[in-house]
């Protein structure tokens, strides 16, 4: 079956970096849009990053561009966002998703067709 394991959160201070991690198996990586999302406690999920398998699609949200980058390595199935500058508004969950079969990135939640457990950051002020 399809699992995807994320790592890499933690505590973190403001303007300090993070990167995440997800490993993928069980669905042929190289061929998936890969993303990542966050919920914040009380919050819906919502969309941070996607990358498509060679990379020419990518997408970010508004909130995290110039800050956050999301990228792959399809020798080793993982999927990377790397956070700079973080704020404290950046405080989530973060979940690694998978759209198998797509062509180009996609931003909604219900595009994606598995999901991680999840990693918890949290930035202090």
């Known amino acids: 079956q399809v699992q995807l394991v994320e790592s890499g959160g933690g505590l973190v201070q403001a303007g300090g970096s993070l990167r995440l991690s997800c490993a993928a198996s069980g669905l042929t990586f190289s061929r998936s849009v890969m993303g990542w999302f966050r919920q914040a406690p009380g919050k819906e999920r919502e969309f941070v990053a996607a990358?498509?398998?060679?990379?020419?699609?990518?997408k970010y949200a508004d909130s995290v561009k110039g800050r956050f980058t999301i990228s792959r390595d399809n020798g080793k199935n993982t999927v990377y966002l790397q956070m700079n500058s973080l704020e404290p508004e950046d405080t989530a969950v973060y979940y690694c998703a998978a759209d198998p079969g797509s062509l180009f990135s996609r931003t909604g939640i219900y595009e994606y067709d598995y999901w991680g457990q999840g990693t918890q950051v949290t930035v202090s002020s």
């Open positions: 990358m498509n398998w060679s990379g020419g699609s990518t």
